[in-house]
Nanobody
Framework: QVQLVESGGGLVQPGGSLRLSCAAS????????MGWYRQAPGKQRELVAA???????NYADSVKGRFTISRDNAKNTVYLQMNSLKPEDTAVYYC?????????WGQGTQVTVSS
């Protein structure tokens, strides 16, 4: 059974930083492409950042230069380092895994950027 468990969300002031973690189980992690998505109230879920099994990354234009995705295959974990946070980054952040023919989602973690 595939499980993705996110952690690290919370309330932060504008300009602050957070690091999200997503721990995966039930898959051969090093073979999975991993991603972070977010969904703000009233908006569609959107891709924030992704990393392939070989380590290639891509980012939404809105977060380039501020967010960094990374993976630790030894810990079966993907991270999203978020710096210079803005109020418009407020959303529920979801981890996703593309593995084999399946796509799997975590339960989400809330990130709120507010003074």
């Amino acid at each position: 059974q595939v499980q993705l468990v996110e952690s690290g969300g919370g309330l932060v002031q504008p300009g602050g930083s957070l690091r999200l973690s997503c721990a995966a189980s039930g898959i051969i992690f090093r073979r999975a492409a991993m991603g972070w998505y977010r969904q703000a109230p009233g908006k569609q879920r959107e891709l924030v950042a992704a990393v392939t099994s070989s380590g290639s990354t891509n980012y939404a234009d809105s977060v380039k230069g501020r967010f960094t995705i990374s993976r630790d295959n030894a810990k079966n974990t993907v991270y999203l380092q978020m710096n210079s946070l803005k109020p418009e980054d407020t959303a529920v952040y979801y981890c996703d895994a593309l593995y084999g023919s399946g796509r799997y989602w975590g339960q989400g973690t809330q990130v709120t950027v507010s003074s």
